[in-house]
């Protein structure tokens, strides 16, 4: 049983930063792509970035680039979000997804950490 377990959102102010992680367990993740998706109040849930645990590669979402790292620890089977000069709009639930990297549809997700950017 695949399980994500988010966690390291909150309450920042603009410009601040959070790192969000995501714990993995339940099998080998080797062949897997995770990513960060958000949903903000209203909106529909949108990609922020991916990473395939075998290599490394990384995507993100113009929102995201050059503001956000996404990077794994293979021996905590841990995904993070590193999340800097962030903005009023990052502001969102954000949730951890897994897929088998040739899989169409992320099919594993956690239950998601808010991060709230305010004054």
């Known amino acids: 049983q695949v399980q994500l377990v988010e966690s390291g959102g909150g309450l920042v102010q603009p410009g601040g930063s959070l790192r969000l992680s995501c714990a993995a367990s339940?099998?080998?993740?080797?062949?897997?792509?995770m990513a960060w998706f958000r949903q903000a109040p209203g909106k529909e849930r949108e990609f922020v970035a991916r990473?395939?645990?075998?290599?490394?590669?990384?995507l993100y979402a113009d929102s995201a680039k050059g503001r956000f790292t996404i990077s794994r620890d293979n021996a905590k089977n841990t995904v993070y979000l590193q999340m800097n000069s962030l903005k009023p709009e990052d502001t969102a639930v954000y949730c951890c997804?897994?897929?088998?990297?040739?899989?169409?549809?992320?099919?594993?997700w956690g239950q998601g950490t808010q991060v709230t950017v305010s004054s």
């Open positions: 997804a897994a897929k088998v990297v040739v899989a169409p549809n992320y099919n594993y």
């Open positions: 990473i395939r645990w075998s290599d490394g590669s990384t």
């Open positions: 339940g099998r080998s993740f080797s062949s897997y792509t």
